[in-house]
């Protein structure tokens, strides 16, 4: 059978027809494909710009990790807490998702009617995201909010420092503002050192921090709190003071200060005269400022134990004559310079020293400079640079020059153990590591004369820490008075003083050193006085008695132990020792 090309025509057309459907297709599948790959790059496109958008974490200026930051608990040396965190809720508003804003108002006011209507009214109008209504609330009113149903508002949880003994330690701790951040205190020192980092990186959020161990010992501290306050009323004084520091480690074992103010209540701290007066007060020093001219002149070698001195007539410089409070007018040995407070035999004593060898000892002893401490309520003292010859005797009687108590504290220690200076802390700290830290002021031998005159001011008819040892019978305890003047009108007022008693204990092994301040105190009954040695004597007496026995002191009344303070150049002028 023959074949012809009419039989093949309509084979052609199918192929065709095929061909250009597989095209078509193939071109629909090219346009998805590229519709996919346009999808996803505008998919990928809108991921990256959202990805490279900075969320606005912060909620009224304050990164949300800053609010909701913890702080570390503070414990003091035996582990007590003196300050905790805890989680309280705080209220606040949506504004552009809340509908009635009237309505609003109106509810929460039943649960908080301190808000004010109008300020309530302008907080929760307007298109914000988020505003603060109150903070730090109960969970009862938590509770009773979230019963009102109203849309926009809500909770979120804070931190919250709360400080369990009130006042006691409030000058130690300092306080904390709204947003949990330290604003005085050891706590405004711990934000200055490493807890605002932790905070601003989120760390210490909701975390467990290590705590932070301070030197105070709160069973002291209550003490040392309980005796200024009861100092106010029991001498009408307008403000008590008190600071005891281990004298070979530098810590300070309890400072107290009143008025004060209560760290739970940030802004009682704004009240008048609230300030720390152991750290940021500078006074006159009045006669405790004897034990650093005795000391700096025992050293220097000019001046010896067994010395006497001419005190028959006052020192004149030109027109005035410095003379004694209570002047015995003869010549006294250095101890009864001591014990009888003669402004006279301390004169005769620096300038036997020499002025400018007493204004190089006080820089010696840190006297014109800032305390190296960690609480940044601090001043610095004022002390002339350069001493005439009349500056340089009512300095050296404590007058004409202004310090804190931590200086005079921190001098008394260096004093009493041994001749070394080492800067106090209020964080723990041991000896061995306070050691290396030690800087040499005096001798062992002027430190020695200088802890025996320390306790015959106490333990000697007319010593001036009578009353002292009578409250603290037992303990060893000596120190020195000082009654200053205050400037009133630029004059000296002989009605208004500032009293101090400088201290340490027990001199037969002398482990602490105090000091006490009262301010304008008054008379406790008739048969007293107004000077230093009834008032600051007498509660250093009471805080040592009450203290002793906790800080492992026990009480021993065997005079041998006053005997063997005494040097032996003394002992051989003075077999009796007193």
């Known amino acids: 059978m023959a074949i012809t090309a009419d039989d093949f025509s309509p084979a052609i057309a199918l192929v065709g027809a095929r061909k250009q459907r597989v095209n078509l297709t193939q071109a629909r599948i090219r346009w998805m494909i590229l519709a996919l790959v346009l999808g996803f790059g505008v998919i990928c496109g809108r991921l990256v710009m959202l990805g490279m958008v900075e969320t606005d974490q912060s909620i009224e200026g304050q990164t949300r990790d800053v609010i909701q930051a913890s702080r570390p ?310 002390v002339p640079k350069e001493f005439s010859e009349v500056g340089a005797a009512t300095a050296s009687f404590g007058h004409g020059l202004s310090v804190s108590p931590l200086h005079l504290v921190a001098a008394y220690s260096a004093f009493a153990n041994g001749g070394n200076y080492i800067a106090p802390t209020i964080y723990k700290r041991d000896v061995a590591t306070a050691e290396q830290l030690y800087e040499r002021v005096i001798s062992e031998d002027a430190s020695a004369s200088i802890r025996y005159l320390m306790r015959l001011n106490a333990i000697s008819a007319g010593g001036s820490g009578s009353q002292m040892n009578k409250a603290a019978l037992g303990y060893r305890a000596g120190g020195k008075t000082g009654t200053a003047e205050k400037v009133v009108d630029g004059r000296y007022s002989s009605s208004k003083v500032t009293n101090f008693f400088a201290s340490a204990f027990p001199l037969d092994n002398p482990k602490y050193a105090m000091v006490i301040m009262v301010d304008e105190p008054k008379a406790e009954n008739p048969q007293s006085g107004t000077t230093a040695g009834w008032n600051a004597g007498a509660i250093t007496g009471r805080v040592i008695q009450r203290v002793a026995p906790m800080l492992g002191i026990a009480p021993d009344f065997s005079e041998a132990l006053d005997q063997q303070i005494v040097p032996a150049s003394v002992r051989q002028l003075y077999p009796e020792g007193f």
């Open 73 to 382: 608990p503070i414990l003091d040396r035996n582990g007590l807490e003196m300050a905790v965190d805890i989680r309280v809720p705080s209220l606040y508003a949506e504004p552009r998702r809340i509908v009635d804003v009237e309505e609003a108002v109106r509810k929460l006011r039943t649960v908080l009617p301190d808000l004010r209507e109008d300020w309530l009214r302008n907080r929760l109008s307007g298109d914000k995201g988020f505003v603060w209504v109150q903070r730090e609330l109960t969970p009862a009113i938590e509770d009773a909010v979230m019963q009102l149903g109203i849309p926009g508002v809500d909770f979120i949880t804070e931190s919250k420092r709360f400080y369990p003994g009130m006042r006691e330690a409030s000058h130690i701790l300092g306080s904390t503002n709204v947003d949990n951040q330290g604003i005085a205190g050891i706590e405004r020192h711990m934000d200055t050192e490493s807890i605002a980092l932790l905070q601003e990186l989120g760390l210490a959020r909701g975390a467990a921090l290590t705590p932070v161990e301070l030197s105070i010992d709160m069973r002291a501290q209550h003490v040392m709190h309980d005796q200024v306050v009861d100092a106010m009323t029991r001498y009408q004084a307008i403000a008590a003071a008190g600071v005891m520091m281990d004298i070979h480690t530098g810590e300070i074992i309890a400072l107290a200060s009143v008025p004060d103010f209560d760290p739970n209540d940030p802004a009682s701290a704004l009240v008048k005269d609230t300030f720390n007066r152991v750290t940021a007060g500078i006074f006159e020093p009045g006669s405790t400022f004897k034990t650093v001219t005795l000391a700096g002149a025992l050293d220097s070698g000019m001046v010896k134990l067994t010395d006497q001195f001419d005190a028959r007539y006052g020192v004149r410089f030109g027109r005035f004559t410095i003379d004694d409070f209570h002047g015995k007018h003869r010549i006294l040995s250095l101890p009864e310079v001591y014990k009888y407070s003669s402004n006279i035999g301390t004169i005769r004593v620096m300038q036997a020293m020499g002025k400018d060898a007493f204004r190089a000892f006080l820089s010696r002893m840190k006297f014109d400079e800032r305390v190296q401490f960690e609480l940044p309520e601090m001043r610095v003292p004022t």
